[in-house]
């Protein structure tokens, strides 16, 4: 059974940092690029950051770039969201995904976590 479990949301003042994890299980992790995702209410889903655990390539929206970074480990099978000097318009439901390229993840296919909830209070 293929599963994606995000870990590691919560509440944190502007400035602030949080990390996320993505613990994957049920595929070859090697083989996958692991992306994600945030929605914030009334707004549309936002790729935010993606990297491919072949060969570590990573992808950033503008919006995020210089102050998130993902990281993978893959003894772990775990991808991490590390997010420095939050905004409250980081505020959203960050979800991971799965699928065999950035390309195709950032497409929003594939597997996908249940979610877990960012809040930044200014």
């Known amino acids: 059974e293929v599963q994606l479990v995000e870990s590691g949301g919560g509440l944190v003042q502007a400035g602030g940092s949080l990390r996320l994890s993505c613990a994957a299980s049920?595929?070859?992790?090697?083989?996958?690029?692991i992306g994600w995702f945030r929605q914030a209410p009334g707004k549309e889903r936002e790729g935010v950051s993606c990297?491919?655990?072949?060969?570590?390539?990573?992808y950033y929206a503008d919006s995020v770039k210089g102050r998130f970074t993902i990281s993978s480990d893959n003894a772990k099978n775990t991808v991490y969201l590390q997010m420095n000097s939050l905004k409250p318009e980081d505020t959203a439901v960050y979800y991971c995904?799965?699928?065999?390229?950035?390309?195709?993840?950032?497409?929003?296919?594939?597997?996908w976590g249940q979610g877990t909830q960012v809040t930044v209070s200014s």
């Open positions: 995904a799965a699928d065999l390229t950035c390309v195709a993840t950032m497409s929003g296919g594939g597997y």
């Open positions: 990297i491919s655990s072949s060969d570590g390539s990573t």
């Open positions: 049920g595929f070859t992790f090697d083989d996958y690029a």
